[in-house]
């Protein structure tokens, strides 16, 4: 009898391998990171063969530690950072340059383009995006620009692009599969949210030639089998696909329309399921393919801040305040406020809702008593802020809020954050048992593609509340705080 699920979480600084059994336990994880390029200002990279090496050592090192064998493996389940552009060689699979990240604004100047031209009325209404440089059309438009020689290879099919899910399947199969799935085209600015589908329209206004593109699948379909791997034997099924905020929803048993959850990672991304409803956003959130599961879609609200657990990572590499993470919480919770300091972790510009892609950090209030206990109290507020935008957003748009906020990612493990988070919102913030909801998210997909679960229902009964934190402020410290903090995002 098969009793994983192999989950590959392939994130912003590294890929996390977990196996999984049926009642959502994890049984092993490991996680190896792998570098980030910035070869200028406002541009991340990140190199294809690093992102495959650090696959094949989460896996190889997982399964050594746990010595499962690799028989008892039903399926693999692949989430992945989303809007990170590759290109590669149908011949040989090699890499053609680096990937560009999702982070990444170098195509600043051709949103402002097609903005110019008074398309973005129109992109908004296919794709449910707006234009921004976050989103992997533009990346690759900038990239066929740059190299003529890369778009007549393009036209030719001799390339194939890809989001990171589509280069992982490419390589797990032994390149028989060139797919992606709905989540994932959803992000690419290139796929009509009604239809399904690559769109002509779009692609012409991107300058993308249709033969670079993957099949768009749902997000639960065996779309192949490992072959010629030196790590897993061949045949074991590639049977669940999801970017990671979709799959982190799912993972978050967020089954049904009115459900929504925010993962705190390195940037924080709050998605509320709006079922087979596609809520066209008037308050500046994006409208999203939740997933796909035989012919029934569901959608999203999404709201994303790029700059949450980031933040954080600068104060502690780039400020040297402390030498690990998780102190970040002590910190701040040695001063009882942050003593008038306010911090817009605009590091790589404001997403949702404002999308001031140019808007850099600030940090103002400074005053001579000033420590830096503040400025970590700051730092945790500053993400619970961006959050706390999104939800109002989400609130408008739909009419009501949600009726609690479900957590997860890394920085969900931080109890001041969290209770800063119910008290900013007014709503009940659940944390999880597992906070892995993301790779747990590609498993249930996997699973479900192969019969290792039957229905839904089958695994929402195994989902467990760990925390739920209560508002405990006064509503005249939020209005206080969120005065201070319009302020200043108007300022960046």
């Not at 890499?95 to 031209?117: F, T």
């Not at 999880?432 to 019969?451: I, Y």
Request: glycine share 10%.
């Amino acid at each position: 009898m098969m009793h994983y699920i192999l989950a590959i979480d392939q994130g912003t600084t590294g890929t996390t391998a977990l196996l999984i059994d049926r009642d959502l336990v994890i049984h092993g994880k490991v996680t190896v990171d792998f570098p980030q390029h910035y070869p200028q200002p406002g541009w991340v990279e990140h190199d294809p063969e690093e992102i495959w090496f650090s696959v094949l050592q989460a896996i190889r090192r997982l399964l050594q530690e746990t010595a499962a064998p690799t028989s008892e493996i039903a399926a693999i389940g692949i989430t992945n950072q989303r809007e990170t552009t590759l290109l590669w060689e149908r011949a040989t699979g090699r890499p053609v340059g680096n990937a560009i990240v999702w982070q990444c604004r170098r195509s600043a100047d051709i949103c402002r383009e097609l903005k110019e031209k008074g398309v973005e009325p129109r992109i908004r209404e296919k794709t449910g995006l707006v234009l921004d440089p976050y989103f992997s059309g533009t990346k690759l438009t900038w990239r066929l620009r740059q190299e003529p020689q890369l778009r007549r290879r393009a036209e030719a099919g001799e390339l194939a692009f890809g989001t990171v899910d589509s280069f992982l399947v490419w390589r797990l199969t032994g390149g028989v599969r060139h797919v992606t799935d709905v989540s994932n085209a959803s992000r690419t600015l290139l796929m009509d949210l009604r239809s399904l589908a690559w769109d002509d329209e779009l692609l012409g206004l991107f300058e993308v030639p249709r033969p670079l593109l993957p099949d768009i699948r749902p997000s639960s379909q065996v779309y192949g089998h490992t072959k010629g791997l030196e790590i897993l034997p061949d045949g074991i099924p590639v049977a669940g696909m999801a970017g990671d905020q979709q799959a982190a929803l799912f993972g978050q048993a967020c089954f049904a329309p009115g459900e929504a959850k925010c993962t705190y990672g390195t940037g924080a991304f709050l998605l509320e399921n709006t079922g087979a409803e596609i809520v066209a956003s008037k308050s500046g959130l994006l409208t999203t393919v939740a997933w796909q599961i035989g012919g029934e879609v569901s959608y999203a609200l999404e709201g994303s801040a790029f700059i949450a657990g980031a933040a954080v990572q600068w104060l502690r590499d780039g400020l040297g305040l402390f030498q690990n993470a998780m102190d970040i919480e002590a910190l701040a919770a040695s001063v009882p406020d942050s003593g008038g300091l306010v911090f817009v972790p605009a590091l790589t510009g404001l997403g949702a809702p404002h999308w001031k892609s140019e808007a850099r950090g600030a940090i103002l209030g400074i005053t001579r008593g000033t420590t830096a206990a503040h400025l970590a109290r700051a730092t945790l507020e500053g993400i619970a802020l961006q959050i706390g935008d999104l939800v109002a957003a989400m609130t408008a748009d739909r009419g009501k809020p949600p009726a609690l906020l479900k957590v997860d990612g890394g920085a969900a493990r931080n109890n001041l954050l969290m209770q800063l988070q119910a008290d900013l919102v007014g709503l009940p913030v659940v944390r999880p048992q597992t906070v892995e909801t993301t790779a747990l998210g590609a498993a249930m997909l996997a699973g479900l593609a192969v019969g290792f679960w039957r229905t839904l229902d089958e695994i929402k009964a195994s989902w467990r509340e760990e925390r739920r934190f209560l508002q405990q402020r006064p509503q005249a410290w939020r209005e206080e705080l969120l005065e201070r903090w319009r302020r200043a995002v108007e300022k960046v």
